[in-house]
């Protein structure tokens, strides 16, 4: 389990420079106004993550944190794809799970017991791990242990919650996904509250289930909060992508950036190349620190850039292996995975030699979390105008004019 969270970790709990691992709960912000109350089932949608027109980046938030609803309504999440992989995943395991995280918010390894969506790294890299990507609806027991092992297909079929399901799992939400959660008319008033199986309880929101005949917010006040607390987070952000932008980093002798974010954001991350016009000379290596999950990727690449998976027809999801390996670079430094998160900042270079522009070359996929980060370089060896993108991230590109 230990292990797991660290992969867990690996992918974006430690994103944010210099980061003290901070546990960041769901607030409860109400909600307030006139909403329905009429005794027709109704149906309220939650964002999952989203964007800005402020800078590329992506949320590991749910908008708003918190819906209210009635026995008998949906909570309906809308996936935002910014390519970070989420889940909308609840149940009384998972009660459990976040209770004992909020118990202990400072803990090096939160006590998450549930699959994760991916699976520790094996001979053929990472991949989704089948018992926490697709979806499982349980109504005693555990999800299989077992990596490999998704559910039945018989536990794949939904019911309504009724609030007593041990585990009730969306699995991976593709690209524009809607699920929908179908509240049991028997369903006790209470709060429920659900993760992201990738992300943790840094991901998590409730459901607040009213008596039968409550009024509750509109979908028009949850679109307000969920906004209001988006924008939060982005004014947060932006001192850190302005200062970055006009070349001040917290780290010494950093250019160039490949992500981005601040200490003080736990659940969001700027998904940029700043700049995004690099100058550089023939034969002189340029730069990067890397800051997430991130790859530089130039030439023709296997992908489109955030469309690394893909499902089987057996319904199992996959990454695509291809997209996250390096081209044309050496293998990424191990990680030390017991680095603690407050210990000082490290950048370990990554010589990718040179580049004519002839071929695709990539980093594939580099894991770079504060403390522990990787600066990939390459050196061109003919003037010209390289673009590069990111393969995980859509819409995060950039340019390397040569001369
Ligand atoms: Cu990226």
Known sequence: ?????????????????????????????????????????????????????????????????????????TVSFHENWTGEPHTVTLGTLVEQDLAAAKANPNAAQPPINLPSLFTQPGPKGEDFAQNAAQPCFLS???????????????????????????????????????????????????????????????????IVVKAKDASIPSQADVDKTGTTQKNDIVNKLLPAYNGAKSGQFPIPNVKNVAGYGSPDVQTAGINELIPATIQAKVGQPVSWTVVGPHTLSFGKAPIEPGK????????????????????????????????????????????????????????????????????????????????????????????????
């Open 308 to 403: 690394y998976y893909s499902k089987a027809p057996d319904g199992s999801w996959h990454l695509n292996p291809a997209a996250f390996a390096p081209s044309g670079f050496p293998p990424a430094p191990e990680q030390n995975q017991n680095t603690p998160p407050n210990a000082p900042i490290t950048v370990t270079p990554l010589n990718g030699g040179s580049y004519d522009g002839t071929s695709y070359k990539s980093t594939g996929v580099l894991q770079s979390f504060p403390p522990a980060l990787i600066a990939p370089s390459i050196t061109f060896t003919k003037a010209g105008t390289y673009t590069y993108v990111c393969l995980i991230h859509p819409k995060m590109g950039g340019v390397v004019q040569v001369s």
């Open 140 to 206: 005693s027991g555990q999800p299989p242990a077992d990596e490999n092992t998704p559910c039945s297909k018989t536990q794949q079929t939904q019911p309504a919650f009724d609030g007593t399901q041990p585990y009730y799992n969306s699995g991976f939400l593709a690209e524009d996904a809607t699920y929908s959660i179908k509240l049991s008319p028997n369903i006790k008033p209470g709060t429920y509250h659900y993760y992201c199986n990738l992300h943790g309880p840094d991901m998590s929101g409730s």
């Open 1 to 73: 389990m230990v292990q797991r969270w660290r992969i867990k970790e690996r992918w974006e709990m430690r994103r944010a420079v210099l980061c003290v691992v901070v546990a960041v709960f769901s607030l409860g912000v109400a909600a307030c106004g006139s909403g329905s109350s009429s005794s027709s089932a109704a149906t309220r949608t939650v964002q999952v993550d989203g964007s800005t027109d402020k800078y590329n980046g992506d949320f590991l938030a749910y908008f708003p944190n918190e819906v209210t609803v009635r026995p008998g309504d």
